[in-house]
């Protein structure tokens, strides 16, 4: 008789996820209904705390630039549905882990786990030292610039064809209104 494959998120962790597997994450890791919910969401939601980011810096310059208040208007309609359905997508994520019971502090386990390893390793000289603890912040620092320099292309393409919209719109009103003045003054 076969075993039931359970969950393997978490399994470096002193206690992984005891829940059955369902699917196969990025066709590796055997994953159960709740993390594979999670990690559908985790990218949305992670989509939508960066495009907030640009949506606000996008409103402080309109709000320096008296003319761009209609451009202000649609980019804080365009805020508020984005925030809207961050916090939709925040209460489903708080209601998975509820439902499956996952531990919310699993992370913080693998990187204490992985930080105590480092840890364990004396370095005999002060050379060495530095030596490790460049590379380990090399390292950060890779990882780092690698995810996000596709995520924030993603992230700019979607904005773009969100507010790009909004700016044909106000200079389609421009064209129309410098047509009308025109007209108004025999130009």
């Given amino acids: 008789m076969e075993q039931e494959q359970t969950c393997g998120v978490g399994s470096a962790l002193p206690q992984p996820c005891p829940h059955p597997a369902v699917a196969m994450l990025y066709g590796q890791t055997p994953t159960c209904e709740g993390h594979k919910a999670l990690y559908a969401l985790a990218s949305r939601t992670d989509e939508l705390r960066v495009s907030l980011t640009y949506l606000k810096r996008w409103i402080r310059t309109a709000e320096r630039c008296p003319d761009a208040e209609p451009l202000k208007e649609r980019l804080v309609i365009v805020r508020d549905e984005f925030a809207a359905e961050?916090?939709?997508?925040?209460?489903?994520?708080?209601?998975?882990?509820?439902?499956?019971?996952?531990?919310?502090?699993?992370?913080?386990?693998?990187?204490?786990?992985?930080?105590?390893?480092?840890?364990?390793?004396?370095?005999?000289?002060?050379?060495?030292?530095?030596?490790?603890?460049?590379?380990?912040?090399?390292?950060?620092?890779?990882?780092?610039?690698?995810?996000?320099?596709?995520?924030?292309?993603?992230?700019?393409?979607?904005?773009?064809?969100?507010?790009?919209?909004?700016?044909?719109?106000?200079?389609e009103r421009a064209d129309e209104e410098a047509a009308r003045v025109k007209a108004?003054?025999?130009?």
Wanted: net charge negative; charged share 40%.
């Fill in 184 to 187: 108004e003054f025999g130009l």
């Fill in 86 to 171: 961050l916090a939709g997508l925040d209460a489903k994520a708080r209601e998975i882990s509820e439902r499956y019971s996952l531990p919310p502090e699993g992370p913080e386990q693998l990187e204490a786990k992985r930080r105590s390893k480092e840890d364990t390793h004396e370095p005999g000289s002060e050379a060495e030292r530095r030596r490790m603890e460049l590379d380990a912040r090399s390292r950060r620092f890779t990882a780092a610039a690698d995810g996000l320099e596709d995520e924030i292309e993603r992230l700019h393409a979607r904005l773009e064809n969100l507010v790009l919209p909004l700016l044909d719109d106000e200079a």
